[in-house]
């Protein structure tokens, strides 16, 4: 009896002394933290890139032509003209941190972009996916897709408007 209860002592000591395996999948990271702030820094136009390393690449909606993180910048202020307001809805965001079977950390998040725009005060709410690949804590490949349909369509709609008022104006 004293040598199976010392044998079940044994093994459960050496099961608790097991090196702990790495979490693969959370929703609370570090890294989740970085994303966090980056979508709040794009609500509140704070273009800032220092979450970013040097050589990350950003691929908005394509698999081609990706952006440095200062282009990334760019690209949001040049497209911020189109909108009197533009922010991500606080309402169902989701993250979530995995890391693969190759060893990379990646943060996905789904998330609703709610934009009002400018010419028109027409509203857009478009469902948004993004994801972030981390090395030492920094983002080096971010990628987002979405549909633009809406949006691509209401300009063009602006734009067709605003040249046919200038050639009545023009008559």
């Known amino acids: 009896m004293k040598k199976l209860l010392f044998t079940c ?9 097991q090196p702990k395996a790495p979490e693969r999948y959370t929703q609370n990271s570090p890294e989740i933290d970085t994303v966090k ?9 704070s273009f800032d890139t220092t979450m970013y390393a040097d050589t990350s690449k950003t691929y908005y909606n394509t698999k081609d032509n990706p952006m440095s993180p200062s ?14 307001s533009r922010n991500f809805q606080e309402e169902d965001q989701e ?28 509203e857009v709410t478009i469902p948004i ?14 990628v987002g897709y979405w549909d633009p349909t809406e949006i691509v369509l209401a300009l063009q709609q602006i734009e067709a ?4 008022a200038e050639e009545n104006t023009e008559e």
């Open 95 to 122: 993250y979530e941190m995995v890391v693969t079977d190759d060893g990379e950390t990646w943060v996905n998040c789904w998330l609703n972009w709610k934009g009002i725009l400018a010419a028109n005060s027409k």
């Open 129 to 142: 996916h993004l994801t972030y690949q981390f090395v030492d804590g920094k983002i080096v490949r971010e």
């Open 71 to 84: 282009e990334t910048m760019d690209y949001h202020k040049q497209t911020d003209v189109n909108y009197s």
């Open 161 to 164: 408007e605003t040249k046919m």
């Open 9 to 17: 002592i044994a093994a459960a000591l050496f099961m608790a002394c």
């Open 37 to 45: 702030e980056l979508i709040s820094n794009y609500d509140s136009k």
